[in-house]
């Protein structure tokens, strides 16, 4: 429980890999009980377009720490920040433990802002239950088979009047999570007292109705 000026809110952390639907699941949270929503991953995707438009180098550590310092709500709103060249950066620079810790304060800083008088603040990430909300209540770790959820990328992406091919995505996907699992810091793994949802035979209504229960 978080208290903004005594009102308590709670927080639902919800983390998981790549394309398992947590940005859509959050969302749909976030409106039902008409709370605040946090996309982590938005912020590690801004720092990425401004190092690409400003052409800071992938070890400008100072550079990199004066961006994050200087990131606005604005800046985490842009439609450039899901691409493939940006998705790169954002996965190099998030394995950096600095940008890591300075990136906490904002999300800890997060429902004390913008959620006062609300009854949750929902994060969602890849360490929002094990790293930057511990303490939590709620807490989510979503999942589903790679294939499935290389299907849910492709289909989106095709919905979208772009071209795809599955088994690019297929290939993506594993690599993004062999990445995400595997790395040193703050790596994707479901918090000790987090509930697994597993998504693979379930449609967003189902799942959104399991958070609920
Ligand atoms: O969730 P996403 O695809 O928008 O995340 C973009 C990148 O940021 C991805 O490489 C994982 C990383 N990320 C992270 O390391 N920690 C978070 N809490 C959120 C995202």
């Not at 720490?65 to 790169?88: P, Q, T, V, W």
């Amino acid at each position: 429980i978080i208290y903004c000026n005594t009102l308590m809110v709670e927080i639902i952390t919800i983390d998981g890999p790549a394309s398992v639907g947590k940005s859509t699941l959050a969302k749909r949270i976030s409106s039902h009980y008409k709370s605040p929503l946090l996309n982590s991953g938005r912020l590690y995707r801004a720092i990425a377009l401004k190092m690409k438009i400003k052409k800071i180098r992938i070890n400008d550590r100072t550079e990199i720490i004066k961006i994050a310092r200087l990131l606005s709500d604005n800046d985490m709103r842009s439609n450039n920040l899901f691409n493939s060249g940006i998705e790169k950066i954002a996965s190099q620079i998030s394995a950096r433990e600095y940008l890591r810790d300075e990136l906490k304060v904002y999300q800890r800083e997060f429902p004390k802002k913008y959620a006062k008088g609300k009854r949750f603040a929902i994060i969602e990430g890849r360490d929002i239950g094990t790293e930057i909300f511990p303490e939590a209540k709620y807490k989510i770790f979503m999942w589903a088979d790679v294939k499935i959820r290389a299907k849910r990328r492709h289909d989106q992406i095709i919905k979208k009047g772009e071209k795809a091919r599955l088994k690019q995505i297929y290939n993506e996907i594993i690599a993004r999570d062999n990445k995400d699992l595997n790395r040193k810091i703050a790596p994707l793994k479901p918090a000790a007292n987090s509930v697994l949802l597993d998504t693979s035979y379930l449609d967003i209504e189902q799942s959104l109705n399991k958070i609920k229960n």
